[in-house]
Every structure is written in C-alpha cells, then in structure tokens.
C-alpha cells in the first residue's frame, strides 16, 4: 500500500509539472511530440488526430518528459514533415513548408551548424530540409524561458494551494508569543519569559509559529540570539470548541520594549547523526483571520523552499553529510508514515516535496528546467545563443551525474531501511 500511495503522488506532482510544460508550449503554438508521465517503456498510448501529439504512460513512475520539436536542436524537418532529431512522434504536417535556400526562412542569429545541415540536404537528389517555425528554438527566448520555467512554478502553485488547504484546516494556528515553559526548560534560564513575543532568531525574522519552530530546529543546537518584544499590548479573545473546551487565543499584539538575549541555550537531539534544537516552550495560538492565514500560507510555503537552500548549503559546509539524503526508497518511506500518521501529516509532506521538487528544478544546475533557463537567460542578455552542441555536452554531463547521485543515495536509502 506505501508504495502504491508513493506511486500515485509522484505521479500527480510529475503530472503538475510537465502540464506546466504543456500548457505554455500549447499557449506560444510550440509543435509538442509527446506529453508523457513516467520513464522506460510505454505502458499505455493514444495519439490526438487532431494535433498529433502523443500522450503516453510509461513503466517507471519516477519522470516524465514534455519532448517538443527544437528543445535540444534547430528543429529541422525532412520533406515529409518529420523531425531529423530522434524522438519524433510521426508526421505532421505544415502550414507551409519553404526550403532553406530561401533568405527569410533563416531567423537572425541561426547557428552554423543548422544552416550547415540544411544546405547539405538541399542538392536535387535528396528531399529538401525546412525548419519548423512552431519549433521550440524558433520562438523568442522569452518565450522559451516561460515554457522552461513553468513546470516548477506550477510545483509551487500547488505546494501554496495545499498551504491554504493545511491551514484552514486548523482550529487555530499558533503564534510567536511565548507560552508556558516546559520542565527544566533551558531557554527559560537564559532571560526568555512566558508573554515575550519572538520576531527574530540570529537576525532572521519570524512571523509564524512555523518560521519560530524551525529557527530554533536549525540553529538551536547551538546557542542563538533571540529578538523579543517584552510587555506588548496582546489582545486576547475566549472561545469554545466544537467538543466544549474552553481557552483564549491571541487576536493581534503591538507595541512592546525590544530586547536582545544572546547566548540563549535550547536542548538538542540527534537524529539520523543530525543534530537539531529543540523548542522547549509552547507558543500561545493565535485566532485564524484572513490576514493571518495569508502569512502562515505564506510561511509554510516559504518554509519548504529555505529547506532545500539550507540542505544544499548544510550540506556544502558539511553540517550534513551524503548519508542524510534521501532518493526515491527514503521519500517513498516517509510518504507511507505520513499516511499512516493522518490526512494532515500526509497532506503536509506531500506540500513540502512538491515546493522541494519546484525549488530544486530551478537551481542553475545542468540537466535540471534551472540549468536550461540559464543558459536562456544568458541569451536574453547577450542576444546570442551559447552554441547548442555545448550547452547540450553541459547538460549531458550534468544528467549523467546527477543519475549517478540518484544511484547513490538509493543505495544508501535501501541500506538505511533494509539493513540496518
């Protein structure tokens, strides 16, 4: 069943992220080969008679591919109307296919290589070669950036709109304001006091009780310096649940003297060899309005992509090591004890793997949608192209590495689960 659950959300999320894909390429009239969901062979496929594209199930359910005539060439067709570059998904036709030969058949800033290949075809003996002017390298770069881009930002769309759907599930939400102390709490001998209202932890600001948990996770395991507000005007409200319990919650707060605490010492745990603070103190709830649901939205949202920058810069500085990550065996573990724990703990990951997967496919990294909307960006910049053959070595190598990252740390996933 885990593995059934794990299967159905990388394929939702894989889903969202090449519809985003699709989409743009559909709205710039790019020529779209295939829009499929998972890697390896074919499990199902239908072609559209209408546009021609081919819309695939594949057997592994760990990818997927938008494939769309001149993504990685100049999109150069034969006289029949199909692509020369591998991949294609069968004849098509134009709306008017022109030889090379002609002058504007040639857009501005043409690489060599294209025109070489067309020119060597255009002798009487052999069909003519035209390009395809719905080809992905045919439209503007800013067009190209926006179809490239739209795959994690659609990931992101989705991790906000499982934010909003985490938080209006909640009773209440919690706030940055200091509540009781747990038993021989540490923070409490260091100055912190019950009613202290906590905006910044080591100089980062902290809105939301999420901002203030995972501060103190990150850097609590060393001492920290806290900003507070002490004697602030808080406004409380009494309320009753559903099941009869009574209690306050805080509506707003304002005002205050600010103090600095330094050296403030939390209690730690390590898990997994990763050392963490640990809160030991519960923060008061705070009454759900519509400007606080917008920031603890926001703040879960933003909370999943810090996790990716600092994993990466944890990870540089070697605070974590290579047998903290976690492939596809780790996430489909994790995925199956959210489940078993609640619709919230599920719903939860599952919002910080999509705003993982969107944050990370945008790192300027080759191979990844990143990599690509980098060397566009330099194009958008310098009016040239980096030449293909280049970027696409660059990207080469980068997939090959990255695939052998992938390799690794499954095996270390299936160590760690198996084995140990």
Request: hydrophobic share 45%; aromatic share 8%; proline share 4%.
């Amino acid at each position: 069943m885990t593995i059934l659950i794990a299967i159905l959300v990388f394929g939702v999320l894989i889903f969202i992220h090449e519809l985003g894909h699709y989409l743009t390429a559909r709205l710039f009239d790019v020529h779209i080969l295939e829009f499929a969901i998972g890697m390896g062979p074919k499990i199902l496929s239908w072609k559209s008679k209408k546009t021609g594209i081919v819309y695939s199930l594949r057997l592994l359910p760990f990818g997927g591919f938008v494939s769309m005539v001149g993504e990685d060439d100049e999109g150069l067709l034969d006289a029949d109307g199909n692509p020369l570059s591998e991949g294609g998904a069968g004849s098509f036709s134009l709306p008017e296919q022109r030889g090379y030969g002609d002058e504007d058949e040639i857009d501005e800033g043409e690489s060599d290589e294209a025109a070489e290949i067309a020119d060597s075809a255009q002798s009487p003996a052999e069909p003519a070669v035209y390009r395809d002017p719905r080809a992905l390298s045919a439209k503007p770069v800013w067009q190209r950036m926006i179809v490239t881009a739209a795959g994690a930002v659609m990931n992101l769309l989705l991790g906000v709109i499982l934010a909003v759907v985490l938080v209006l599930s909640m009773d209440r939400i919690g706030s940055t304001v200091v509540g009781p102390f747990d038993e021989n709490a540490l923070s409490q001998t260091q100055g912190l006091q019950s009613g202290d209202v906590i905006t910044h932890v080591n100089g980062k600001r902290v809105n939301t009780h999420m901002d203030l948990a995972y501060a103190i996770s990150h850097d609590g395991y060393e001492p920290v310096e806290l900003t507070i507000r002490r004697d602030a005007d808080i406004v409380w409200e009494n309320f009753t649940d559903d099941e009869g319990n009574s209690g306050s919650y805080i509506v707003s707060w304002s005002g205050g003297q600010e103090i600095v605490l330094k050296n403030v010492t939390f209690g730690v745990q390590e898990t997994e060899g990763v050392v963490m603070g640990v809160q030991d103190f519960r923060a008061y709830a705070m009454k759900k309005t519509f400007t606080s649901v917008l920031a603890q939205t926001f703040s879960y949202t933003r909370l999943a992509g810090r996790q990716v920058i600092d994993g990466i810069l944890d990870l540089v500085t070697g605070r974590y090591g290579m047998e903290q990550m976690s492939g596809p065996v780790g996430v489909t573990q994790q995925i199956g004890e959210a489940a078993s724990m609640g619709l919230t703990t599920f719903v939860y990951l599952v919002m910080v793997i999509t705003v993982n997967l969107g944050i990370f496919n945008l790192l300027p990294l080759p191979a990844l949608d990143g990599g690509r909307f980098f060397f566009q960006l330099i194009e958008l910049i310098f009016r040239k192209p980096i030449p293909r053959k280049w970027e696409g070595r660059i990207h080469l190598i980068g997939l090959a590495l990255l695939l052998l990252l992938m390799v690794v740390i499954t095996g270390q996933d299936i160590i760690r689960i198996f084995v140990k």
